[in-house]
């Protein structure tokens, strides 16, 4: 059974720094392109970032110079790190994990993802 468990969201202030963690399992992770979306209210679900599994990264221009995506396939767990944040960074942010270790040009697609975490709440006050 596939799980994808984040963690480490939380609530700062702009300017601020937050590390998202998730951790996965019920799959051989290392093989598997991941991503970050984030949802706020009433917005739909966008990409943030992703990693193919040999550990090319892509980004979204809004979050670019100030996230960092990373993975760890010792540890089976996917890290956003999040510098400068902005109140608009504000969302729940969920980590994905797509059926192929190249995540491609579509990778800012939702319908590309396979298994979805829960999400954590992040919250950047002005």
């Known amino acids: 059974q596939v799980q994808l468990v984040e963690s480490g969201g939380g609530s700062v202030q702009s300017g601020g720094s937050l590390r998202l963690s998730c951790v996965a399992s019920?799959?051989?992770?290392?093989?598997?392109?991941m991503g970050w979306f984030r949802q706020a209210p009433g917005k739909e679900r966008e990409a943030v970032a992703s990693i193919d599994s040999d550990g090319s990264t892509s980004y979204v221009d809004s979050v670019k110079g100030r996230f960092t995506i990373s993975r760890d396939n010792g540890k089976n767990t996917l890290y956003l790190e999040m510098n400068s944040l902005k109140p608009e960074d504000t969302a729940m942010y969920l980590c994905a994990a797509k059926k192929s270790g190249y995540c491609a040009t579509s990778w800012v697609l939702r319908s590309e993802y396979n298994y979805w975490g829960q999400g954590t709440q992040v919250t950047v006050s002005s």
């Open positions: 019920g799959y051989t992770y290392s093989k598997y392109c």
